[in-house]
């Protein structure tokens, strides 16, 4: 899950100029991404293509530019779905999942998991570390990645069913996982704000 604003702070990208009200105060999904847990990862395993359409019929645009944004390019700009196939194609072929289920489950983790109050109650301040990890589980449970010591995203670890590849509990994430990713501070982390 992405922290729109700390993502868009040393940036010019044009969807940051205009953030909808949800990604002042909310983690975004930045994507699914299936993992062996030991630091490495599939990619790219099927030649299935994108299919925009067909996601916006069953999922709604609004939704995708909420929850899911891609703020590399401006809502209404006819390449804004480029975030979307990316994330399809680099992993979502590789969850076992068709496309619709690949963002469904995206969605709904995101809505399941949420955003903590440790987050949301102390934009453009500061956030202990632990408050954070215990919304999500405790230590271990949720991966902290910074940029310097501003929050910027958050990895949660899930285990899938084989056959289906839908997504089970949440679990634990691997050391090798926690060594490559978590790079926050370990006791106070900054939360960006947009600009007024």
Same mark, same amino acid.
């Given at each position: 899950m992405s922290w729109k604003p700390q993502?868009? #702070?040393?940036?010019?990208? @044009?969807g940051c100029f205009k953030p909808r009200p949800y990604w002042r105060t909310h983690m975004t999904m930045h994507g699914v991404w299936p993992? #062996?847990?030991d630091g490495t990862y599939p990619t790219k395993c099927s030649r299935e293509r994108f299919d925009e359409d067909k996601l916006?019929?069953?999922i709604g645009l609004d939704t995708l530019?909420?929850?899911w @944004?891609?703020?590399?390019?401006?809502e209404g700009a006819t390449d #804004?779905? +480029?975030?979307?196939?990316?994330?399809?194609?680099?992993?979502? +072929?590789? +969850?076992?999942l068709s496309q619709i289920d690949y963002f469904s489950t995206g969605l709904k983790l995101l809505e399941v998991v949420g955003t903590p109050d440790?987050?949301?109650a102390n934009i453009g301040g500061t956030a202990h570390r632990k408050d954070i990890e215990d919304f999500y589980g405790g230590d271990g449970m949720a991966v902290l990645d910074c940029n310097g010591q501003y929050l910027s995203q958050i990895y949660l670890c899930f285990n899938k069913e084989d056959k289906t590849g839908r997504v089970m509990d949440q679990l634990p994430c691997t050391d090798a996982i926690i060594r490559h990713d978590d790079n926050c501070p370990k006791d106070i982390i900054h939360i960006s704000a947009f600009n007024p």
């Open positions: 993502w868009c #702070y040393h940036t010019d990208e @044009p993992d #062996y847990g916006v019929a069953v530019e909420e929850f @944004p891609n703020v590399q390019k401006a #804004y779905d +480029t975030f979307w196939e990316h994330e399809w194609v680099k992993h979502g +072929t590789c +969850t076992g440790a987050i949301s």
